[in-house]
């Protein structure tokens, strides 16, 4: 099987070995109207993950799912806040 990523993603699996730090992007949750969660996880998931990751910082977004193509600045600044 062949992984690929995107130039974001390189770069920020890059930036991550070099800093030598854990970060989990969340967005805050939101939920339809029945009640399906529009997220990845939700607000108690991601703060149990960083938990279990242990030396990681969890950093809450007001975007969509796919941070960082449709919102890449929000993306960005959450990653230099690691420098």
């Known amino acids: 099987m062949t992984t690929s ?8 699996i890059a930036f991550a070995l070099y800093f030598r730090k854990n970060l989990f992007l969340h967005t805050k949750e939101s939920f339809t109207d ?16 960083v938990e279990l990751i242990g030396d990681c910082e969890l950093i809450e977004l007001s975007s969509n799912h796919d941070i960082h193509r449709f919102n890449p600045k929000v993306f960005l600044d959450a990653i230099l806040k690691m420098q």
């Open 5 to 12: 990523f995107s130039g974001t993603d390189s770069s920020l």
């Open 34 to 49: 029945d009640g399906i969660l529009m997220a990845a996880s939700s607000n108690e998931q991601a703060r149990r993950a």
